[in-house]
Every structure is written in structure tokens, then in C-alpha cells.
Nanobody, 114 residues
Framework: VQLVESGGGLVQAGGSLNVSCVAF????????MGWYRQSPGKGREAVAI????????IYLDSVKGRFTISRDFTKKTVHLQMNSLKPGNTATYYC????????WGQGIQVTVSS
């Protein structure tokens, strides 16, 4: 599996951004996928994870109600819509596919200014 991310960028606090991840593989995307983030000096944390069928979804507590993860199985894409962004959401966001082997995207920067 190869993952290619897009979106992200710079936004003011309270604004919205979307990050997307396209999975290039030969299968039917039957694996969990999710978004993680990492800030300088901090470990990587799970932000939102979608089960292989798109039904089982888990969010980091601090983003519940503001972020939405969704999957488009036809386009083999997973999206993360981020609303009401806060400066504390600034980080590099990584797409992850729990395939065999587990695969990470290259990371995409999200910066929220105050």
C-alpha cells in the first residue's frame, strides 16, 4: 500500500481544514485507516480511526464533535474534516493504513494561528 496525503495548510483559529489520503493498492481497502498527528517534542497520537468497513470509528477525546473521519471506498480515500480548529491542533498529520505491513503517509502540515 502507498498512501498519498493532500490538503492541510494554514488557517486561523475557529476555521476549518480538510486533509485527504489516497491509498494506492491492489486490494479493496479492507483494513482500518486513520489519522495521527505529531507536534515538535511530542509523541505521535491517534486523532481519528475508521474501521475497515467504515462503521467503527474512534476519535481522540479532544477532537470529538469537531473532527469527522470518512472513507470513500470507491476512490480508496479517507478524509479528515477538521472544524473549529484551535492553535493546539497544530501538528503534522499522518495517514495510517493498518495493512500488511502497516503503512504511513508522508505527513502533511496543519497550522492553526491564534
Amino acid at each position: 500500500v502507498q498512501l498519498v496525503e493532500s490538503g492541510g495548510g494554514l488557517v486561523q483559529a475557529g476555521g476549518s481544514l480538510n486533509v485527504s489520503c489516497v491509498a494506492f493498492d491492489d486490494g479493496s481497502m479492507v483494513y482500518d485507516m486513520g489519522w495521527y498527528r505529531q507536534s515538535p517534542g511530542k509523541g505521535r497520537e491517534a486523532v481519528a480511526i475508521s474501521g475497515w468497513d467504515g462503521e467503527r470509528i474512534i476519535y481522540l477525546d479532544s477532537v470529538k464533535g469537531r473532527f469527522t473521519i470518512s472513507r470513500d471506498f470507491t476512490k480508496k480515500t479517507v478524509h479528515l474534516q477538521m472544524n473549529s480548529l484551535k492553535p493546539g491542533n497544530t501538528a503534522t498529520y499522518y495517514c495510517y493504513a493498518d495493512a500488511s505491513p502497516g503503512t504511513w503517509g508522508q505527513g502533511i502540515q496543519v497550522t492553526v494561528s491564534s
